[in-house]
């Protein structure tokens, strides 16, 4: 298997979606829609978008599930109050807590108008310690980051400059072309 560097997988941060830290949820949302449209036809599109502030550095992230979540104001009071992983729980008990705390109340149609009110810091994810790797870090490193980190994507850095980020799509990629190259009969 070839010895991959991080550098070598990563999408650079001049392709990848952003938004400034003074956007909105909507134009947060506008912003990975143009994304996705314009790496139609590669085999994975974005599914998250970074948040730069003024003097360029990146701020936080925000996927696909930071939207959803921001929808509905009431996960936040949720998470508050809780910490319960929110996987591996039965459906009833997922709908008990829908009811507990009356999520959705509001038809989804009010909800998204206050999409272009709702500041992209409020729900944003601040990347952690741990979401940071170097661009000449091996493959293995980054896999057992994304993995004990439970990491859809890392930030790659040279020189404690961000240059880019490392996807899970794209290493699990290479991963499963390695797989095929090596050999293996089925």
């Known amino acids: 298997m070839k010895s991959y560097k991080v550098k070598e997988l990563m999408v650079s941060l001049s392709k990848y979606a952003t938004v400034d830290e003074t956007a909105t949820l909507f134009e947060a949302v506008l912003a990975l829609e143009k994304a996705q449209a314009t790496y139609q036809g590669t085999k994975y599109p974005h599914r998250a978008i970074l948040v730069i502030g003024a003097n360029g550095q990146v701020l936080g992230k925000v996927s696909q599930m930071d939207v959803l979540r921001a929808l509905e104001p009431k996960y936040a009071e949720m998470q508050e109050t809780s910490n319960l992983a929110m996987y591996g729980f039965s459906s009833k008990f997922i709908k008990s807590l829908v009811n507990y705390y009356n999520l959705?109340?509001?038809?989804?149609?009010?909800?998204?108008?206050?999409?272009?009110?709702?500041?992209v810091t409020k729900f944003m994810r601040k990347p952690t310690e741990g979401e940071y790797i170097e661009e000449s870090a091996s493959l293995d490193e980054a896999i057992h980051q994304l993995v004990c980190g439970y990491h859809q994507s890392l930030i790659v850095t040279k020189d404690d400059k961000i240059t880019g980020i490392l996807r899970l799509t794209?290493?699990?990629d290479s991963v499963c072309t390695a797989m095929k190259t090596c050999g293996l009969n089925a």
């Open 104 to 119: 959705w109340d509001s038809p989804l149609t009010d909800l998204c108008k206050k999409a272009g009110e709702i500041s």
């Open 170 to 172: 794209d290493v699990f």
